[in-house]
C-alpha cells in the first residue's frame, strides 16, 4: 500500500460493511422484483443504477489486496480467504439441502451426492433434479463465489510476476487492468444478454470467468493502492462522486465502453463514499456484518416464498426482508463471527512477529 502515513494510519476506518450490505440489499430486491412478480414504482429504478455485484467486485480488490499485503505468506493469506467464504457457504448449502428436502426432493443419490460435494467446493451449479425447486435456480446469486475464488488465486500471481520480473508493482497491476478492461468490454459487447435470462449457454460460462469481471477487482485495488490519493481526491466528498456517477450513467453512450465507463465512475464513487463520514458504519453496525449473510440467503428465502406461492404482493417483500435478514444474523452470530476470531488471531500473530 502506497501513501503517507496518515492516510494508513485510518485505512481501516471506512464503510464498506455498510456499503456491502446495501449492495447484498440491492441484488435481494431486484431478485425479489424478477421472482415473486412485484410491480415497483417508477422512481425505484433507480436503485439499479446502484449495481451491487460489481460494487461487491471493487470492494473485494480493494480489501483483499490490503490483506494479502499484510499477510505472513501465502498459506495464512488463502487460510483467512477461506476462513471468510467456506464456513457460511457450507452452512447455507446444508441448510438448501433440509428446505428441499422438505419439499419433496431427495439427494441420497449418486447424482445429489456428488452436487452437495461440488457445492462445499464453491463449483455452483443447480442440477437437472433441483429444476422444479422454487424459480428454477437453487441459488442464482452464488454464480459469483467461484469467481471471486478466482480473483483469490489470480492475484497473488500478479504481485509474483512483478517480484520475478521487477517491474514495480504498479506498472505491473496498471498493466493488468488496461488488459482486462479491454477484455471485459470485448466480452460485453459480443454477449450483451450476459445476466439476463435470455444469456446464452456461452455467455453463462463466460460469466464464471474471472478474466469477464477481473477489471472491476483491479480497480479496487489500484485505488487501495493509491491510499494517498484517495484520501486526498475521494476522502469526504461521496456525495460530489455519487452525483458524478448519476451523471455518467444517465449520459453515457449505449453499449459496452459506455457500461465500462459507468462502472469505472461506480468504483470511485464506492471508495469514496466508504472514506466520506467514516465512522457511519460502525456507528450503524455496531461491527456485525451481515452482508454476506444477506447475499448467500435470500436466494434460498426466495425459492421458500415461491415453492409456497406466497408472491406478487408487498407482503412476500417484507418476508423475503425479513427471512434474509434473520437468516444472515444467525449466520454471522454463529458461524461467520467465530471464524473470523480464528482470522484475526492469525493477522495479530503476524503484527507481533513484525519488527518494531
Not at 8 to 36: P, S
Not at 179 to 188: P, Q
Not at 203 to 210: D, G, I, Q, S, V
Not at 221 to 239: D, E, Y
Request: glycine content about 8%.
Amino acid at each position: 500500500m502506497t501513501g503517507s502515513l496518515s492516510a494508513r494510519d485510518d485505512f481501516r476506518l471506512n464503510n464498506f460493511d455498510l456499503l456491502r450490505l446495501m449492495a447484498a440489499t440491492e441484488v435481494l430486491i431486484f431478485h425479489a422484483k424478477a421472482h415473486l412478480g412485484l410491480a415497483f414504482p417508477a422512481w425505484a429504478d433507480s436503485l439499479w443504477h446502484f449495481r451491487g455485484v460489481p460494487v461487491f467486485f471493487v470492494i473485494s480488490g480493494f480489501l483483499i489486496s490490503a490483506s494479502y499485503e499484510r499477510s505472513s505468506g501465502i498459506g495464512s493469506y488463502f487460510r483467512n480467504r477461506a476462513l471468510r467464504i467456506f464456513p457460511g457457504l457450507w452452512a447455507c448449502i446444508s441448510i438448501t439441502v433440509l428446505v428441499a428436502s422438505l419439499f419433496g426432493f431427495s439427494f441420497l443419490h449418486p447424482a445429489g451426492l456428488a452436487w452437495y460435494v461440488a457445492q462445499l467446493g464453491a463449483l455452483i451449479y443447480t442440477p437437472g433434479f433441483l429444476k422444479d425447486f422454487g424459480f428454477g435456480s437453487y441459488n442464482g446469486s452464488l454464480w459469483t463465489i467461484p469467481v471471486e475464488i478466482q480473483f483469490y488465486f489470480v492475484l497473488p500471481v500478479l504481485y509474483w510476476l512483478a517480484r520475478r520480473s521487477k517491474i514495480s508493482l504498479d506498472a505491473v497491476l496498471l498493466a493488468a487492468f488496461v488488459l482486462f478492461s479491454l477484455v471485459g468490454i470485448c466480452i460485453n459487447h459480443l454477449f450483451p444478454d450476459m445476466l439476463t435470462s435470455e444469456e446464452t449457454r456461452v455467455a453463462k460460462l463466460l460469466k464464471y470467468a474471472f478474466f469477464t469481471h477481473f477489471y472491476m477487482f483491479l480497480a479496487g485495488t489500484l485505488l487501495q493502492r493509491h491510499i494517498a490519493v484517495v484520501h486526498r481526491f475521494l476522502r469526504g466528498k461521496g456525495v460530489l462522486w455519487l452525483a458524478a456517477y448519476i451523471a455518467v450513467v444517465n449520459l453515457k453512450p449505449a453499449g459496452a465502453i459506455g457500461d465500462y465507463l459507468s462502472l469505472m465512475m461506480l468504483a470511485i464513487a464506492v471508495v469514496s463514499l466508504a472514506y466520506t463520514l467514516p465512522s457511519l458504519s460502525s456507528r450503524l453496525l455496531r461491527g456485525n456484518d451481515i452482508s454476506y449473510g444477506v447475499y448467500i440467503y435470500h436466494g434460498l428465502v426466495l425459492n421458500i416464498l415461491v415453492s409456497l406461492n406466497w408472491t406478487g404482493s408487498a407482503i412476500s417483500l417484507l418476508a423475503t426482508v425479513g427471512g434474509a435478514t434473520l437468516a444472515a444474523w444467525l449466520s454471522w452470530v454463529l458461524i461467520e463471527k467465530p471464524s473470523l476470531r480464528l482470522k484475526r488471531q492469525s493477522l495479530r500473530a503476524t503484527e507481533a512477529a513484525l519488527p518494531a
